[in-house]
C-alpha cells in the first residue's frame, strides 16, 4: 500500500493536466466523499492517509435570447449576448494529511456552446462567434476540521486558490479572441475561505456551506467579480450494506458581483440565483461511488440582460484507497 499511494497520486495527477471551470465557469459538486451531499461541501475530512479521486460532468442548459431578440436589444442602444449550452468536465483529487486536514485539486475543460451577440452601434446585424473551449482553471483547497463532537456535530474551515492556469487566447470562428466571461480561464489568481458544518441522526445527515471567492484582474483587463455560495443538504441512507444508496436534497446558491472592464462595472453581469437539487448516490464496499444532482431554478436575479438558466445536470464517479 505504501508503494501503491505514490502511483496513485502520479496517474491522477497526470489525469488533472492532460484533461481539463454564475454558469460560464463550473462549480461542480464536493464529489470527493462516499457518502453526504454532492454539491454542497461536507464537514467531513478525509482519513488520514486515504486518497479519493473524482470525474464529473456538468451539464447547464441555457434559456438564451433569440437573434431577434439580440436585435432588438441592439435597437434600444443596449449591447447583449447569448450562449446554448455551458458543458463542463472535471477531474479532482483529494488526499488525507491527518484526520483533521485533507487537500484537494480540481481541474476542469469548459465547453460553451453557440455564443452569439449584437452590439448597439451595429443594430441590424448579430456576431456569430462559434463555441469557446478549453482548459480552466486550477483549483487547490485546503480544509480543516476544527471540531468533531460526541454527539455526531462536526465544523470545518476551508480554504484555496484558483490558479490561472486555464486557455485565455481562445478564438471564436472570425480568428478572434473571445470576451474574458467566455474563455476557459480567468487569467486570475483567485483567494477563496469558507466554513462548513455537518450534523448525524442516524441514517440522515445535514450538511452546509459557505464560501467566498475573491475575484481579482485577469486577462482582457476583466475582474469577473466576487462570488459568494451558500449550499444546504439532507441526505438519507436508504439502503445500507454493501452497495448502500444516498437520497440526498440540496439548495444551492451563488450571488455573484458585477464584472469590471478596465474599472468599469458592467450593467449586464452578476446577480443571485437559488437551485434545488434533488440527487442520489450509489456506495459500492464503501470505496466506489456514482451520483448525480438536476439542478431546477427557483430564484434568478441576474443585473441586466442575461440568459437564465433552464436546469443544471451533474453526474459523476469517485473512488478512495
Do not use: C
Amino acid at each position: 500500500m505504501l508503494i501503491l499511494r505514490p502511483l496513485v497520486l502520479a496517474v491522477v495527477g497526470i489525469g488533472l493536466f492532460s484533461g481539463v471551470v454564475f454558469a460560464h465557469h463550473p462549480t461542480g459538486g464536493a464529489g470527493l466523499g462516499q457518502a453526504g451531499p454532492i454539491r454542497t461541501v461536507s464537514a467531513t475530512t478525509l482519513q488520514q492517509g486515504k486518497v479519493s479521486f473524482a470525474a464529473q460532468a456538468e451539464f447547464i442548459d441555457l434559456d438564451g435570447f433569440s437573434d431577434s431578440q439580440l436585435l432588438r436589444f441592439a435597437m434600444q442602444g443596449k449591447d447583449a449576448h447569448t450562449a446554448e449550452s455551458v458543458f463542463h468536465s472535471i477531474m479532482s483529487m483529494g488526499y488525507g494529511i491527518t484526520n483533521d486536514l485533507s487537500v484537494s485539486m480540481k481541474l476542469s475543460y469548459e465547453h460553451i456552446e453557440n455564443i452569439r451577440e449584437a452590439h448597439s452601434d451595429e443594430p441590424g446585424e448579430v456576431h456569430l462567434h462559434g463555441d469557446a473551449k478549453g482548459i480552466g482553471d486550477l483549483t487547490i483547497m485546503g480544509q480543516y476540521r476544527f471540531l468533531k463532537t460526541d454527539n455526531n456535530f462536526e465544523s470545518a474551515l476551508f480554504f484555496g486558490l484558483k490558479v490561472p492556469t486555464g486557455k485565455t487566447n481562445d478564438r471564436d470562428i472570425q480568428d478572434e479572441t473571445f470576451e474574458a466571461e467566455f474563455l476557459p480561464g480567468t487569467g486570475a489568481w483567485n483567494p477563496i475561505i469558507g466554513i462548513a458544518a455537518t450534523k448525524r441522526y442516524g441514517k440522515v445527515s445535514l450538511d452546509g456551506n459557505l464560501q467566498y471567492t475573491f475575484g481579482t484582474r485577469g486577462t482582457q483587463f476583466t475582474n469577473l467579480g466576487d462570488i459568494f455560495n451558500y449550499n444546504a443538504a439532507a441526505s438519507y441512507r436508504a439502503v445500507s450494506g454493501t452497495i448502500a444508496w444516498d437520497l440526498i436534497l440540496e439548495a444551492n446558491g451563488e450571488w455573484k458581483e458585477k464584472q469590471r472592464i478596465r474599472g468599469e462595472k458592467d450593467p449586464n453581469s452578476g446577480g443571485n440565483a437559488l437551485f434545488l437539487a434533488p440527487g442520489a448516490r450509489v456506495v459500492f464496499a464503501k470505496k466506489v461511488s456514482t451520483f448525480f444532482s438536476v439542478g431546477i431554478p427557483l430564484v434568478q436575479d441576474m443585473n441586466g440582460i442575461q440568459d437564465d438558466t433552464k436546469y443544471k445536470a451533474l453526474f459523476g464517479i469517485s473512488f478512495s484507497l
